[in-house]
């Protein structure tokens, strides 16, 4: 095999190092290569100084592209930007002209902007352009403010000599004094100053509203008091005149009047007297301890009473149910009287279309038969009742048997879940145990509630579901009603 000549590999390597030389070129200066991809917008400039062909254009500070060329129409810089084609630009997008340091170095910046518009195409142009500060321009004008601050500083200097200095020195401390002063005094007094303040806007506000018609009735005044003065003076000097004269004519009566007032006033002292002594039945009254406790008893014992009446809550209950089981309504009036949060008492009235059994014997062919017949009754109850929290107990007189209750409230006392025992004898017509009753009364309305549960639990030929509802309110009048029939006198 043929040797290759030195020649050969000398031109190999040159070409290698050209081709390496030629990519990092492209590399390092981000020229984008002839096969690489993207798509052209285009921005117009007022003035792109310091911006250079294939400078960088970033997006969120991250490298998209380049600017591909920068050409002048009509007066005017039309760069091209070439742009990743993997980057989105909408129409509502703007670019920047940003500077890169102090130095003077520019590159484009875009912000995409909102996928609510439509994309921008290739060829397309960005209507929002911002242009970077003039470097120049804000460095002449920051020379020129710091040249007349110098300048004005030393025109301030010479306007003041020493003592003009220390005197000026001097004001300012004692205004800082005179400012700690005030900030203390205004700390001691802020509330006073607010309502002193708060008064006085107070005080404008009605003298403007009322001062226009004040001044109008202090003219009217002053002019009717003008007209009216004389007149004034000639009644009031002929009243004292006439009164003169009354004097004249009476004098020996009111000289009797006085003798009469002197006798008065004796007899009044003497009366002083005797109920001081004691005598008769005022002075008594005012001597005797024993009149003067019973009084003062009887009054501790109605201010008692006054204060119990004031306390009591009574409240009316009026409500009716239907058993399924029995087929009959049931009417009920309750009165709960509460003397105290955790303490009451019910008494009340209960319509019963079952409420008596009578048994009748009956004998035909000599064999003897018992008849029973169910009556509606009027029952009676009534039950002392303890609450404790949400959890009320109950015990007494239920339907004119001794029965138990419990009670338990629930959303702020909206609604009631309550247990019901009585007739333990089962007395009851159709009853071999005791009436039990388990409900819920739930108020749907300020006075009005409704009610259902199972009814007789324990007797299966009467047990059903009942349902119901009434009214239930509080009566202030009727509290007064019952103190005032206890202080009525019993009879004898």
């Known amino acids: 095999m043929k040797e290759v ?84 630009i909408y129409r509502n997008a703007t670019v920047y002209l940003k500077m890169s340091g102090l130095l003077g170095d520019r590159h484009i910046s875009v912000s995409t902007g909102t996928p609510d518009e439509p994309l921008l195409k290739s060829g397309d142009t960005i209507e929002n352009v911002i242009a970077a500060a003039d470097v120049d321009k804000l460095l002449s004008k920051l020379t020129a403010a710091a040249t007349f601050m110098g300048d004005l500083a030393e025109d301030f200097k010479g306007m003041f000599s020493e003592g003009d200095k220390k005197a000026l020195s001097e004001s300012i401390h004692n205004l800082r004094a005179l400012t700690e002063s005030l900030r203390n005094i205004s700390a001691e007094n802020r509330v006073p100053l607010h309502n002193v303040i708060v008064r006085l806007e107070s005080f404008t506000d009605e003298l403007a ?22 007149r004034f003076m000639d009644d009031m000097t002929q009243m004292a005149s006439n009164l003169k004269e009354v004097i004249e004519e009476n004098r020996a009566s009111l000289k009797e009047g006085v003798e009469n007032f002197r006798t008065v006033s004796k007899s009044a002292s003497n009366i002083a007297l005797k109920i001081e002594s004691g005598e008769g039945t005022i002075g008594k009254l005012v001597k005797d301890d024993s009149l003067y406790n019973s009084i003062n008893k009887m009054s501790v014992e109605a201010s008692k009473s006054l204060d119990l009446v004031s306390r009591l809550r009574t409240y009316l209950d009026f409500h009716t149910e239907y058993n399924t089981g029995e087929g009959e309504w049931k009417g009920y009036f309750d009165l709960t009287l509460q003397p105290a949060k955790d303490k009451y008492y019910i008494l009340g009235v209960v319509s019963d279309p079952r409420g008596s059994v009578e048994k009748t014997d009956r004998t035909i062919n000599g064999v003897t038969t018992t008849e029973e017949e169910t009556e509606s009754k009027l029952e009676f109850s009534a039950q002392y009742a303890r609450r404790f929290e949400d959890v009320g107990l109950r015990i007494g007189m239920l339907e004119s048997t001794f029965g138990l209750g419990a009670d338990y409230y629930f959303d702020d006392d909206k609604g009631r879940v309550k247990f019901d025992l009585w007739d333990l004898s089962a007395k009851e017509a159709d009853a071999d ?47 007064y009603l019952i103190g005032k029939a206890g202080s009525l006198p019993l009879p004898r």
């Open 5 to 88: 000549s030195t020649e050969l590999k000398v031109g190999l390597f040159a070409i290698l190092v050209i081709i390496i030389l030629t990519y990092m070129t492209f590399k390092v200066g981000r020229i984008p290569f002839m096969w690489e991809k993207g798509f052209r917008l285009y921005a117009v400039f007022d003035d792109v100084s310091g911006l250079d062909e294939k400078s960088r254009l970033k997006i969120a500070g991250v490298d998209a592209g380049i600017v591909d060329r920068i050409s002048l129409e009509d007066g005017k810089a039309r760069i091209v930007l070439l742009i990743d084609p993997n980057v989105k």
């Open 209 to 230: 509203a009322k001062g226009p018609a004040m001044i109008d009735d202090i003219s009217v005044t002053a002019r009717t008091l003008g007209e009216k003065a004389p």
């Open 433 to 479: 145990r005791s009436h039990a009753k388990i409900g819920v009364d739930y108020r749907v309305f300020k006075y009005l509630f409704v009610s259902s549960g199972i009814d007789n639990l324990l007797n299966s030929g009467r047990r059903g579901i009942y349902v119901g509802g009434g009214l239930k309110f509080e009566d202030e009048d009727f509290k």
